[in-house]
């Protein structure tokens, strides 16, 4: 496992315009490989243009389940029905990931003021 550094992070975000947290998430997925983690980077930015070109959702915005079904298609494309699953569900879990790291950040400074407070007393 390569160890993910902050040089590593920055070269993905100016490369892929995604948040700095979601480069950071995605390098320490692949463990530090920072190659799979541009091919899959690639992967999802292709699909989010895709997205935007077919269903008009915004950027990086999939349908919902209550989305109307595009009448340009005469049978459903189940490859790309799939690959949104997955593109969703990776953008959850760097969602996820994001609101870990907040939560640990916060915790971290709660415990500071109880010790503060703790100490003065």
Known sequence: ???????MVLKLHKISGEPVANCNYLLTQTNGDYELALTILQRILAQRKTDQAGEGGGPGVLPGPDAPESTAQSAPD???????????VLQLELRLAQLTDTLVVVSDKLSQLLDKVSGDE
């Open 1 to 7: 496992m390569k160890e993910v550094d902050a040089q």
């Open 78 to 88: 189940e490859p790309s029905a799939i690959e949104a699953l997955e593109n969703r």
